[in-house]
């Protein structure tokens, strides 16, 4: 009858509320496998592990388009980021921030041998098949070239951290830049009073971090302070006493007295040391320190309020890749980045209004 072939149709579509729960759980969970069992036991649903996989990585590759296109609605702007001074005054403040990541992907090599394989033991079954044959295996997917390859993370967020806006790529750091420009002009930053940005260092980073229209621009007090541990460890000794108390000392004239302070005694202790590999290793503090000196303001940050540290895109960063760096994982990156972008839009507080919006469509 005409009406089977309609229930038919509708049967063999996966819901929105499926496609959700298979993200959901697949973004939680350790492996897809996992994922099947989870839902059969769950939800009284089964689909195949290879079936999960598939579904899981379009439905991130569809929200990574939606971005793209700007399609997503916030219910916050960086104007709405309030917070108090210390003293005392109601400002709006919104933090910007990047790292990179390394991502386990798989290499030519690795999916070459796979290939190999398959092909073995399917001639050793070809007795199993009623005609004899296999289907063809489909082409074999440009692999890289080296075992990790490095994304990129944002984040937006307040002071408390109830807002943030968090963002992937798999691009360089143009494209880096490029989804930063994107999620500020998204947030309206310049709606904000103050807009700091806090970076672990690196000079991509800054270089696009500097585009932005930011009050300021600081550096991760964190890794300041590994850089001033590794030249001690290198010029006084691993368990040195005194070189112990010369970092403590150090790091905290960089949090609370004004630069020059700073490089004096970095400089005083660099014309101290003897011997070739000391030198080298205190000229490289002082090196990484002067090349950064517009952004060791500690003591004006505290003074305001502002962060010193880069703790919460570091926690991004640890919970964006988390479902990718299990035991044995390896990705094609643009899967990669679509595991990644359901994370985030997870971090972001968006995952329902997501999901509800394409349930209305």
Known sequence: MPIDRLVDAAESALSVGVRQLCCRLGIAGGSFERLAENLKQAAQFSISEESCRQ?????????LAAQDNEQLELDWSASQCRTQTPQGQEVSRIYASGDGVMVPVTTRAEKLKRRSTVSKKRKGKRSARPSGRWPK???VRGGADQRYKQCYVTA??????KHRLVSVTRRDHHGLGRLMRRDAARLRIRGAQQRIGIIDGAVCLRNQLERLPLTALGLDFYHLAEHVHQARRETFGQEDESGQAWADDLLHTARHEPYDAFWEKLTRWRSGQRGRARRRSADALLHYVAERKEMIRYGEFEEHGWNIG?????????????RLKGPGMRWNRDNAEAMMALEALYQSNQWDSYWSKLACQ
């Open 310 to 322: 880069s703790g919460p895109i570091e926690a991004m960063c640890k919970a964006t890749t988390r």
């Open 156 to 161: 937006f967020y307040d002071q408390e951290q």
């Open 55 to 63: 579904l899981v990585e379009s439905d991130g590759k569809a929200l």
């Open 137 to 139: 295996l489909p082409p």
